[in-house]
């Protein structure tokens, strides 16, 4: 499931049962959406009707408050089209001040650009390798030191999976064996004969463990920022009881120029492993949505570039349009693997509570834009055609 919806924030005012006390500060809030995704595609094979379809793209429940003074957020979400469903986000917290706080439970990891590094329905390729976006269980605080926005995190683990089939597949596109179903992409186990896409290494059992964070982003004015963020984790193999390590860094900034932003980023990472072989993995598996495992390289360097432009109007019920392009490119560090390019250019419409995502999306040897699901993020394809697939997402915020 590619990408998701930037407008959460935004939207997702709810209705509130429980009103807020000047004194107590309780309150309960519960909301939802609800989405569909009209698509049609134009990939390497020839185009048939069955490229394009309209399918409900996921459903969901919202609650949020504070209770005794201990604030919770809650988000449980349904995917029709790949037949699972999971937890999202569930923390409850405390307020140790105003600028304080601790999460506990599945919070999003505090890495790059966030909320988003991206404007589109699609996020950047770095949603795809879990390095935006990431939801994980354990602890995090959030602070601010100076001025300076201070985030730090310990997870155990990756946020609990949801069911997921033996098969997934929709519309005719197969996708494989079921993987975990859950919202971010995570490294996984998985049996080479089960792996989606191609790659150099035989049975992968990894599982990601003990994955730290820190981030730190200092504002410029009022509304933008510029920051680096870091993570250090281990990668566990089940079957030799072995743990190596990954890493990542990253650059980032948030810019805002009167209706424009533009948010660059650089990330490297590095997912250290062993295969169960004992050899040493070139690509890493990783799912997410039960939609099977596939290969990423294991160490590779991202560039990215988001632009915007928010256009406030008047027409009929239209309030808001946001124009946007955003752009990855992902260079692996084995040099017999082939590089990864994202683009997608579109616009936001906003009606009230309806949001309406225009997305031309493009890629070449991107794992989603590809009549070969999986393939693209490890070894990839030597002179990738750019398949494009425009992509329309109407969702109801409630």
Do not use: C
């Not at 509130?16 to 809030?29: C, N, P």
């Not at 809650?74 to 001040?97: A, K, N, Q």
């Not at 120029?257 to 990472?269: A, C, L, S």
Request: net charge negative.
């Amino acid at each position: 499931m590619p990408g998701d919806d930037e407008d959460d924030e935004e939207a997702s005012t709810g209705i509130t049962l429980i009103a807020q006390d000047d004194e107590a500060d309780d309150f309960l809030t519960i909301g939802g959406a609800l989405r569909v995704n009209a698509v049609q595609e134009l990939y390497e094979g020839d185009t048939t009707t069955e490229n394009g379809y309209v399918t409900i793209d996921t459903w969901r429940l919202n609650v949020e408050g504070r209770t005794v003074g201990i604030p919770f957020n809650f988000e449980y979400r349904f995917y029709p089209t790949f037949d699972t469903h999971f937890l999202h986000t569930g923390w409850i917290g405390w307020d140790f001040s105003e600028v304080t706080q601790l999460q506990l439970g599945v919070s999003q990891a505090p890495f790059g650009n966030i909320p988003f590094a991206s404007n589109s329905w699609w996020f950047q390729n770095g949603y795809y390798m879990g390095l935006e976006d990431n939801r994980q269980m354990g602890a995090q605080l959030i602070t601010e030191i100076g001025g300076i926005d201070a985030r730090a995190a310990f997870y155990r683990q990756p946020a609990p999976a949801g069911p997921s089939s033996d098969a997934t597949s929709f519309e005719g596109a197969s996708f494989g064996v079921g993987g975990d179903g859950r919202y971010s992409y995570n490294v996984i186990p998985v049996a080479a004969e089960d792996r989606l896409g191609v790659a150099p290494d035989g049975n992968q059992s990894l599982r990601e463990l003990n994955t730290s964070y820190l981030r730190l982003a200092a504002p410029i004015g009022s509304t933008s920022e510029i920051g680096v963020s870091g993570r250090l984790g281990q990668l566990y193999n089940q079957v030799r009881a072995e743990t190596d390590y990954t890493t990542a860094l990253s650059g980032h900034a948030s810019l805002d120029v009167g209706n424009f932003n533009v948010m660059p980023q650089v990330t490297y990472f590095n997912f250290e492993a062993t295969n169960d072989d004992g050899s040493t993995a070139q690509t890493v598996p990783m799912g997410a949505y039960a939609s099977g495992a596939y290969p990423v390289a294991a160490e590779a360097t991202k560039y990215q570039i988001s632009l915007s432009y928010s256009w406030d109007v008047e027409l009929g019920p239209i309030s808001n349009i946001t124009f946007y392009n955003d752009y990855a490119y992902l260079n692996k560090a084995n040099g017999s693997f082939n590089d990864t390019q994202q683009n997608i250019f579109g616009f936001l419409l906003t009606k009230g509570k309806i949001f309406t995502y225009v997305d031309i999306a493009s890629g070449k040897n991107q794992p989603w834009l590809t009549d070969s699901f999986g393939t693209g993020l490890g070894e990839g394809v030597a002179d990738p055609d750019w398949n494009t697939r425009l992509n329309i997402n109407v969702g109801y915020y409630f």
